[in-house]
């Protein structure tokens, strides 16, 4: 991969031009092509791969809400995590963080799974893994993205001030467990999925102790409704 071939927000390129240029991105590259390349469709489309990144520049983050892989069914991944197109229907783990919303800041749930304008307020929705094929979910994993993903993680400790990640569930947490929490909030909870919400993620009012933390920082707090 080129800086000629990479359509990313100059505040990101700044700093991932390097890993751009890496032997596993290069390798990484490789697999997409081959992948496409043998017929197989792989989600989200090339050039919403990197959306979270472009959505929500870097000197502009506020809120980092860790995800694990895009959805893999058709028309469902534009490349934020927890995330879908207008006219998709509301996935499960998202229609449990529209219910906690409403639990924690009484906000009504959205009827459509279009998080964009959390986006462009600075709440970073990143994937840990940025492509899926079909039909076949966490069959991108263990292929390089996880290193760049870290990378991101890595500047945005390294490089913001008072920034709130959001880690929901164990694969969140273990991503995020290098993060210096004297210098930026770091919330955890159990994944918003069916089969764990119940279990600490009801209740946890992350988004308004999130916004509360903006506000004592001298940050604006999110408005999360949609």
């Known amino acids: 991969m080129s800086e000629r071939t990479i359509d990313l927000h100059p505040s990101w390129l700044s700093h ?3 890993e751009f240029d890496a032997d596993y991105m290069q390798q990484l ?3 997409l092509r081959a992948e496409k390349a043998s017929g197989k469709v792989v989600y989200p489309p090339g050039k919403q791969m990197f959306a979270a990144l472009n959505y929500t520049p870097m000197d502009q983050v506020k809120v980092v809400l860790l995800g694990q892989d895009p959805y893999h069914g058709p028309g469902q991944a ?3 995590s927890f995330s879908v197109p207008e006219g998709q229907a509301i996935p499960p783990s998202l229609r449990n963080i529209y219910k906690e919303l409403h639990n924690d800041l009484n906000i009504t749930p959205a009827t459509h799974g ?3 304008p959390w986006a462009q307020q600075g709440v970073l929705l990143l994937n840990s893994v940025l492509s899926v094929q079909h039909s076949q979910a966490a069959s991108h994993q263990g292929k390089g993205w996880e290193r760049f993903t870290d990378r991101i993680v890595a500047l945005l400790n390294e490089h913001t001030e008072a920034t709130v990640f ?3 569930g164990s694969y969140a947490q273990a991503k995020g467990q290098r993060i210096d929490s004297t210098r930026h909030l770091v919330l955890r909870a159990p994944h918003p999925s069916p089969l764990s919400a119940h279990r600490g993620f ?3 009012k992350h988004f308004s102790k999130a916004n509360d933390y903006l506000s ?3 940050k604006a707090p999110i408005d ?3």
């Open 16 to 18: 991932l031009q390097s």
């Open 29 to 31: 590259a490789t697999f």
């Open 78 to 80: 534009h490349g934020l």
């Open 114 to 116: 279009h998080l964009v």
């Open 166 to 168: 959001m880690l929901w």
């Open 202 to 204: 009801l209740g946890c």
């Open 216 to 218: 004592a920082q001298g």
């Open 224 to 226: 999360w409704t949609l």
